[in-house]
């Protein structure tokens, strides 16, 4: 496992090596979007999102930019894959597909982290918002990766199947806006409890107690326990979806396909 990783670091450097263009492309791409979303909601609004409104938008943006980049990566990696040919190959390795894509999103997690902090920093630049930022909000959004990479087992479960997902992770993209920002934590009634179960929720509440509300980790609402478990149970579930579909389509033959 520590040399496979190794290997993903030395894989990914030399991806960035050679294709600088699509980072930077990628971070401008990212901010433009935002910009053009936080025009828009000032337009609707008749006057600029100002306040704690805006902060928690820029939490959720961020949090969705994260996510993004661990759910599309697993799914696209098994397309690459078969699409080369090797995806076999990969599946009959020592470590597996799924400890490999493990791997993959790992690496990816912490290339994806500096990219979301400078992502974080041109956004406050240009909204003239400053959050609180320290390393320790590295333990939700670490939390809020593992719940992403349970999603991905899903995507991937499905692109390993069918071979193509282009279209539905184009989908998924929305879905995931939708969850990560929707306020479930502010609800009413059984909105805290259905945050417990939602992709990411409490992460994006554990964040927003810590860089606007400026608790630590431990605040009045449990956030914490309930990120953890909220990481537990999609990366558990992601597991055991993507051990169910790849042992089908070992069985009906189909790793080869394209």
């Known amino acids: 496992m520590w040399f496979g990783l190794l290997a993903e670091f030395r894989r990914e450097w030399l991806l960035f090596r050679r294709y600088p263009t699509e980072l930077i492309s990628q971070i ?20 600029h999102v100002v306040g704690n409104r805006l902060d928690s ?9 994260l996510a993004m980049g661990a759910v599309g990566s ?35 997690f912490l290339y994806n982290i500096l990219f979301t902090f400078v992502v974080l920093f041109l956004i406050m630049w240009m909204t003239h918002r400053h959050l609180s930022v320290s390393i320790v909000e590295l333990i939700p959004f670490g939390l809020a990766m593992a719940s ?6 899903c995507v991937a479960s499905m692109t390993i199947l069918f071979k193509r997902s282009n279209q539905f992770l184009g989908l998924l993209q929305f879905v995931l806006l939708f969850l990560v920002m929707t306020p479930f934590a502010s609800l009413p009634g059984w909105g805290q ?7 990411i929720a409490p992460m994006n509440a554990l964040l927003k107690q ?8 431990i605040g009045p609402h449990y956030w914490l326990l309930w990120s953890v478990v909220n990481a537990v149970l999609w990366v558990g579930l992601g597991m055991v979806v993507f051990a169910t579909a790849s042992k089908r389509a070992r069985r009906k033959g189909i790793l080869g396909h394209y």
């Not at 860089?211 to 630590?216: C, L, P, S």
């Open 148 to 153: 992403a990479i349970g999603i991905g087992y």
């Open 57 to 65: 938008v820029i939490v959720g943006y961020l949090l969705w930019t």
């Open 74 to 108: 697993m799914g696209w990696d098994i397309m690459n894959e078969a699409q080369n040919g090797t995806l076999e190959q990969v599946m009959i390795s020592s470590l597996g597909l799924s400890r490999i894509l493990l791997l993959r999103s790992i690496v990816m």
């Open 193 to 199: 409890a259905i945050a417990v179960f939602v992709p």
């Open 28 to 47: 401008v791409i990212v901010v433009i979007a935002f910009y053009g979303l936080f025009l828009g909601a000032s337009y609707v609004a008749g006057s």
């Open 210 to 217: 810590m860089m606007i509300e400026q608790f630590g980790l």
